[in-house]
């Protein structure tokens, strides 16, 4: 069916419609694409900023990104049912390398979340990100939607194993984005409302015992600082209330590019990572706020069409997954910025600097391209 | 639909109803496409829950936001400006402190202080313990552990002070270096400093750090606002008196700080206003002299310009060095200073408090003649002692065999007591109380210096309450001699006794000759606030016959100061006094030898010259030294000479731009 494509692309036609089908045959979705660029467009702007205008870090990202996107590329190229294949390997894997972690892991900033292997680290829970929804949609695909009891406990399972190794580093941003992406492609599949009722329960009745045997205590005072920011205002209090007077002091317009003193005098953390989005809020205002979430929407829009065409239950899994675990680490990152959220490490998606968050987001954005552009287009071309 | 008809290669339409039909038409089985059919009816609800969903999570995130930028916008941008806008206290600079020549007595000279900002990225005991090294700053164990809680208690942002006081070649040696300590400064700031040490202490006074004494005093006057950032007040003498002329405004300084406490800029400035430069009355050259010729001895002396209350000396021996108290006392120099026998801390010109002895005779003759129980010439003849009717205690003349007839002149040249012992007797303790008030005794002098104490000018009511014992006919009559009950001060005595040379022209004495704004150069000159017309007697006259005898003092025959002023180049008037520490028994002779040195007579000794328009009053007290007339008048001599020979030989008040000013002991002071 894709060679008739190619010949009635010969064909006259309008120029548009060729370009649609250049790009459809190299496996690229053009909306999708733009959109990401918007994105990381916006994003050199405060990361500029954000960077203290420091030239090289821009470049840096430049270059990362570039190379993101000749992965996310490449990654389109490959036919979804290759991923479906080396799914399983990919899982495992990734466990080990977790173990792997677990035993001989460098410790940074109270966590052992890096696997030095002498040329390269890696920080195997990172995969985990595009491998949980991956693993969970290729799995339940092979049986019949919506999934019966005995494979929702499996996948539950295929689920729970990362993410207890990742809280064992401990790392619980990670290890709640891992559960979180598991858990939606669980549920796009098709999940009993009875499960998710009696899971809740369960979690609630889990909840103290959490508390009380598996949180670390500097996890346990960054939700009581979330709780009253102004109750260790020198200590960790000091982050969110700092990055709060930023956001509210920027206004509608924002105090302009570059002249954000919360920004550019040090009061905020990690202003160029994790606590990028007070930067842009103090800069752009409440409009920034509204533009980024305009480019945002637009790659969300784009996406949830694609996964509502697609054409087997493992792209629909699998896309949607991605898509809303997307709109989660937005939520969540601004959230824990605006301080509705606790600070758990999770960087803004597309704008935060930092190559491996950008490297997994662009093979995320690569496999929905591939899902996409890798139909069999002869289904609707029957009718 | 429509698009699906017309191109074949469409992509699929986002429709339910065609998906649905796709999918039935895809399957193999009917079974397969039923149940892909209810899984993708399925998958489409959840996608559109969770769009829901994300809906809400976006409208969450957008609630908040406009909840922060927009609702509580006011709220954030304050604290936003809080944050890096820091307002920071500009110290006036104090000001100076010249002597009625323009000679220096109080500076402010530059002190370099280290100043470290702890940061996490240095380790602050290495720092310090390095420092300490290189620069032999003498820290000890105690003191690092002491500047270690510092660096953990202080206030964010704020630095602490690893040492003041650095000596040039610190400063230098720290430069070379300071490359390794990027958090760690030389802060420069203006210390006083007093050039003549302890030559003009009691009447400079000095500055100190600021107590919570003095906090809770200045917040009391409403003006703590004005020493934000100050760390010294005027604790004493002139320091202190004047405090707020020398003081000045604090200004301010806008500056924006980075979260480290780095000035990135300032954004206003609001320049303070210096303290006045004060000019004292005082010549720092006779002042000098005056603890020259006081070597040892406990004692004090005041020099004054009767015309107008300028006064040029005043010392009190011993004195102490006021920059210790600048610096920080330590506490072994302050008990050194406290337990001193000579009690250097106190100001004995306005402090101590002395029978002012004979010294006071030409004032009592002044209330005799006016209240007309005296006249100049009515005869009196002195026995060996004074008796009170019906009594058989002898108030003693001090010579042994008395005087023979006496009138006023002779009375005050002899200085004879019995004399006075009968003025007293029959003027009555309530006149002589009037009197002595209105000659400033037992009140203050005005002068402007606030460590001054009052004396006592005794009477009925003041004996009662103070001894809650009736007043004796007895106790009159020693008030006669100016001992008794009767205690002065120095400088009242020198008031009383401005008083009589002037002739009955009150002067406030005054160390502050006049104020200068050191911006516009504006003068202010000090005020002589006493009512000119103060003191009034019935005849003029009576003032110059008092004034006679006190001439005849220095130049009669029997004169007790002739000795003394023997040869003056001048004519000078005076009055000795020997004042008693201890009584003497009845039917005992005082003997010094006999006596501890702390119950030995105090030596006094009051006099001015030109006789007809005085230029200089001199009084001298001599703690425990004997006869006024042997030991104090050659001091009140020497003085006068000083002044009216050496250092104003011309007569006018100072060259009018001297460049050196000539000190004793051979050494030379440059002027500005």
Redesign the interface.
Known sequence: MEQ??NK?SLEPMSSNEQKG?FFFVHHIDIPLLLGLMASLFFSLFVLYSASGQHIDMLVRQVTRTGLAFVLMIFVAQIPPRFFVKISFWLYLLGIILLILVELFGDISKGAQRWLNLGFLRIQPSEIFKVVMPLTVAVFLSRS???PKPVNTLIAFTLVGIPTVLVLLQPDLGTATLIAVSGF?AI????LSWWWIAAGTALVGAALPVMWNFVLHDYQKQRVFTLLDPSSDP?GAGYHII?S?????????FGKGWLQG??SQ???LPEPHTDFIFAVL?EET??VG?LIL?TIY?FI?GRC??I???ANS?FS??LC?AF??TF??Y??VN??MV???LPVVGVPLPLISYGGTAMITLTVCFGIIMSIHTHKK?S????? | MFGKKRHSHDRPLFSEKKKKKNFQNSGSDDNSNRAEDAGVLIFRRRVYFCIGVALFMIAILFANLYYLQIISYKDYQTRSNENRIKIVPVVPTRGMIYDRNHVVLADNVPVYHLVMYPNKQYDTKTTINDLNELLNLGLNDHDLEHLLYESKTRKRFSGIEISNFLSEQQIASFSVHSYRYPNVHVVANLKRSYPFADIATHAIGYVSRINQKDIDALSAQGKLDNYEGSTEIGKLGVEKYYEDLLHGKTGSSEIEVNSHGQVIRTLSFNAPESGKDLILTIDIRLQYYAQEILGDMKGAIVAIEPASGEILAMYSNPSYDPNLFVRGIRTKEYARLLNNPGHPLINRATQGGYAPASTVKPLLCVMGLNEKLITPLGSFFGHPYFKLPNSTHKFRDWRAWGHGWLDLYRALEISADTYFYDLAYRAGINKIHEYLDDFGFGKSTGIDIKEESLGINPSRDWKMSRFKQPWHLGDTVPIGIGQGYWTSTLMQLVKAHTTLANKGIVRTPHLLKAAIDPVENKRENYIQEEDENSFKVSDKSYWDHCRLGMYLVVNGPEGTGRRAFYGAQYKAAGKSGTAQVVSIKQGEKYDASKLKAEHRDNALFVSYAPFFKPRILVAVILENEGGGSTKAAPIARKMIDKYLLDLYPNGYMGEKNPKFVKLGMGGTVELQ
């Open positions: 008739s494509q009635s089908s019949t939607l919506p939606i549920f796009i599949a098709g020198l700092q709060k007077i930023a956001i509210g002091s920027g206004g509608l003193s919360q005098l040090d009061f809020a205002g409440l706020f979430i929407c969300i949830i069409y996964t509502l065409n239950s629909r899994i949607g898509t809303f709109v989660f937005i939520f601004i959230g605006s301080g509705i287009i289904y609707f071309r029957k009718n």
